[in-house]
Each structure stands twice: as C-alpha cells, then as structure tokens.
C-alpha cells in the first residue's frame, strides 16, 4: 500500500532532551516536506527536500534540523526541544515538487 | 500564493450534497486550487484540484468560476464520515515557495443523520 508513515506516532519527552521523529514512504517520491500544527495556525512548512541530499527551510525552522540521505526517508531532529516544539507534526510527500503531497498520520510531541 | 476565503463551518444532512465555497479573487494565472480535508488531526487528505476546468474524481467535484476568482467543491451525497475540516489552497507552479502547502483555517463541515 502506497504511504506515508511517521514513527512515533505518540511522544512525550522533557526540555533539552534530543529527539527524531522518522518519516518514510514507499512511494519513490522525490519531494518531501515536515509541517507543524497549532491551534489557529493551520500548518507551517518547517522544512524540505527537493531530492537526495538536497534540503531547505520553511517558513519555521528554528529548533529543528533534517537530513535525506535516502530517498525514501526524510527524519525531523530536535536537538534541543523547548515546550514551545510542542505540537503536531505532518510529514508530506509528493513524486515531484510540483505534485499532489500526500501526508503521513501525524506525530502528537509534548516537551515538558 | 494567493489568499483564500472560506466560511468557517457548514452543516449537511446525511446523503444531501455538500456545497464548500472558496473565495480567491486574487488567484493568478499559474496557481492552481487544490481542496484537502482533515479529520480530527489526522494527516490532511488530498481530495481533488484544478486549475481553470472543472474537475471530478470519485471523492467530488470541483467547479471553478470562469474568472477564477472563487471555486465549489461538491460531496454528492455526503456521509456522517466526511465530517471534517476543509481547506481550499492556492497553490503556484513556480517561483521559490512552490512546494509548500499554506492551510489556512478551512471550513467546518459537519453532516448530520
């Protein structure tokens, strides 16, 4: 089945403390993309990826880093996460920039 | 990307059509709209876009103006699943930010027996 899966799907974790919230899809797309959501914010792109080893910020980058060394899969790291990280977090892909994105279930993070 | 308007919440009897507006008056040439939904804070799910004609697949239908300045998706015979959070989005083809994805608030449909 084509999707889009984000691991954990449930967090709660203390300030300071690093994380990775993985993302993978089985879809061979080459774009890939992390969103956050807050009440009355709708979603904020955090960070991109054109292709392999190829990344770029969104509109809220602060705070987190990502990698894409595989096609395939595209983590989000905290590396010092703030109560202010919390959130939920959407990763989306699509086979091309210019395509539909489809989106993983969500990751629910509290820092404490 | 051009800025959409959307009526916040909407009610549809079950099995009746559900009728979603969008206003984007300021929509450009290379944008298209695109409709997603979500249902309590799952992933959001592609529903169907256009950009001038109009479109339909086996979730819905979407009619865009022939100016463009303002589309409807139709649920045909909305279900009590398709009580959801809809979000209509201007989305351009090119320029630096093309990728992304800008939800604003959406509208509130929520269908009843």
């Known amino acids: 089945e084509a999707q889009v899966t984000q691991n954990p799907r449930y967090l709660i974790t203390v300030t300071g403390k690093k994380l990775t919230v993985t993302c993978s899809q089985n879809?061979?797309?080459?774009?890939m993309s992390w969103y956050r959501q807050d009440p009355g914010l709708g979603l904020r792109q955090i960070y991109y990826?054109?292709?392999?080893?190829?990344?770029d910020k969104g509109d809220v980058p602060e705070g987190y880093k990502v990698s894409r060394k595989e096609k395939r899969n595209f983590p989000l790291i905290l590396e010092s996460p703030s109560p202010n990280q919390t959130s939920l977090y959407f990763c989306?892909?699509?086979?091309?920039?210019?395509?539909?994105?489809?989106f993983g279930p969500g990751t629910r993070l509290t820092v404490l | 990307d051009a800025k959409t308007t959307q009526p916040p919440s909407m009610d549809c009897a079950e099995g009746r059509a559900a009728n979603l507006p969008c206003n984007h008056s300021t929509i450009s040439g290379n944008e298209y709209v695109y409709w997603y939904r979500q249902i309590h804070s799952q992933g959001p799910q592609y529903i169907i876009h256009?950009?001038?004609n109009n479109e339909t697949n086996e979730m819905a239908s979407l009619i865009i103006t022939e100016d463009r300045k303002s589309s409807t998706l139709i649920l045909p015979h909305a279900t009590l699943r398709d009580t959801a959070v809809y979000y209509c989005?201007?989305?351009?083809?090119?320029?630096?930010?093309?990728?992304?994805?800008?939800f604003g608030q959406g509208t509130i449909l929520t269908v009843h027996p």
């Open positions: 989005i201007v989305r351009s083809t090119g320029g630096t930010s093309y990728g992304k994805l800008t």
């Open positions: 879809m061979n797309h080459e774009y």
């Open positions: 990826s054109m292709n392999v080893e190829v990344t």
């Open positions: 256009g950009l001038k």
């Open positions: 989306a892909s699509s086979l091309q920039v210019t395509d539909t994105q489809y």
